[in-house]
């Protein structure tokens, strides 16, 4: 659905000839939404809260090293094809929602279209190969999955973490929220 959206609103924007900014103004609207969805979010964690007690640790060190090996990547694949500053800054926090990687990005000279096509990328690729790679790679338990599918590919992963089961959908869901908290303490540390 995510997809065919894109697809029909680049098509009528080109059709119609609508400038961006014009567009912009009313996606201004719709993107002021996206925080308290991504908050409603915290109903599925609430219901798993005894859970999250007895995986604290293993929670906040997985979604530790999801949001760093996330922007470690991004920041060594920008150098190593040589993309300017502002791209990489860009492009950085795409493994987030997109509130927050907007609010990291262009405070820090990224470009904000960018950063909304690179998370929207992120949640569309991570929600399509998510199920493969924990099939590939043999994941049996529901937290690591629901987490893994959440540090990577935020609310749209999220979505497919829900299909797969509750507790991965809560542990994906939580995931969001800690890898955006560690991804904004990272990002003002080195941005």
Known sequence: PLI??????SGVLLIFRIPYESYNEGGEIINMFLAPATACLAVAIYTKIEMLKQYWLPIVVGC???????????????RLFGLSGSLTVSLIPKSVTTPIAVSIAEPAGGMVPITVVAV????????????????IFRVTD????????????HAVGTSKAIELGEVEGAMSGL?????????????????
């Not at 992120?122 to 790679?133: E, K, M, N, Q």
Request: charge should be positive; include cysteine.
């Open 120 to 135: 929207i990328g992120t949640g569309i690729l991570g929600s399509i190969i998510a199920p493969v790679l924990i099939r």
């Open 4 to 9: 065919v959206a894109i697809v029909l609103t």
């Open 175 to 191: 995931a969001i929220g800690i890898c955006g908290i560690i991804t904004v303490l990272i990002s003002m540390a080195v941005l």
């Open 142 to 153: 529901p937290v690591a999955a629901g987490l893994a599918i959440g540090a990577s590919s």
């Open 64 to 78: 530790t090293a999801g949001s760093a090996a996330s922007m470690l990547s991004v920041y060594g694949l920008c």
